[in-house]
């Protein structure tokens, strides 16, 4: 296994415009998380699944996010009518539930919102 | 809101020991240190975490004072790899899945 995988790498796309971004975990992972990272910040936790189950989302997740891990593997974040505020990284991790302090983090997607 | 203080920048010379410290002292008895660190352009990477006890794996080690106010991570012998932002974060063992992450410590390891 390469680890968990990101996609896009990289987003641009205008004010008002909604976008999707996938996570592809670590297979035996049964935990998955996204977080956000501005310039010279450290991440922000937004949201983790359990499986195909969403246990937490923090109170940055407004409402024009939506995280769904449909089958309890891969798993999208959409945010809709975006604004320029959500420019940022948008990082996945994932990690095993009884192992749940050492998560493994993917590249992460670049969002620009112009 | 992140529960530990640490230098937001360090220099250190390649081949020498980076000594990198943290403060977290509201530290609760129940609260593990735990180390990621994020070179540029890539996620953050899990490094090490300990209790009080001093902790040593092939990448670093990790000294915590006995009262588990502060703690040192110590990258033995730096390389231009080990250039990145160090995070230290406070947190239970289970039931608080996430990371709260603060701004870090950024390493630049010197040639």
């Known amino acids: 296994d390469t680890g968990v995988s990101q996609d896009p790498r990289h987003k641009i796309t205008k004010r008002g415009q909604n976008v999707t971004f996938r996570c592809d975990p670590i297979?035996?992972?049964?935990?998955l998380y996204w977080y956000r990272q501005t310039l010279g910040q450290g991440p922000e936790f937004l949201t983790y699944?359990?499986?195909?189950?969403?246990?937490?989302k923090s109170r940055l997740l407004s409402d024009r996010f939506s995280a769904e891990r449909p089958k309890g593997s891969f798993s999208t974040l959409e945010i809709q009518r975006t604004e320029q505020g959500d420019s940022a990284m948008y990082l996945c991790?994932?990690?095993?539930?009884?192992?749940?302090?050492?998560?493994?983090f993917g590249p992460g997607t670049r969002l620009t919102v112009t | 809101d992140a529960k530990t203080t640490q230098p937001p920048s360090m220099d250190c010379a390649e081949g020498r020991a980076a000594n990198l410290p943290c403060n977290h002292s509201?530290?609760?008895?129940?609260?593990?240190v735990y180390w990621y660190r994020q070179i540029h352009s890539q996620g953050p990477q899990y490094i090490i975490h300990?209790?009080?006890n001093n902790e040593t794996n092939e990448m670093a080690s990790l000294i915590i004072t006995e009262d588990r106010k502060s703690s040192t991570l110590i990258l033995p012998h730096a390389t231009l790899r080990d250039t990145a932002v160090y995070y230290c974060?406070?947190?239970?063992?289970?039931?608080?899945?996430?990371?709260?992450f603060g701004t870090g410590t950024r390493l630049t390891i010197i040639p």
């Open positions: 699944f359990q499986n195909e189950a969403q246990l937490e």
């Open positions: 300990g209790l009080k």
């Open positions: 297979s035996e992972h049964n935990r």
């Open positions: 509201t530290i609760s008895g129940n609260e593990y």
């Open positions: 991790a994932s990690s095993l539930m009884d192992r749940d302090y050492e998560q493994y």
């Open positions: 974060i406070v947190r239970v063992l289970f039931g608080n899945e996430k990371l709260t």
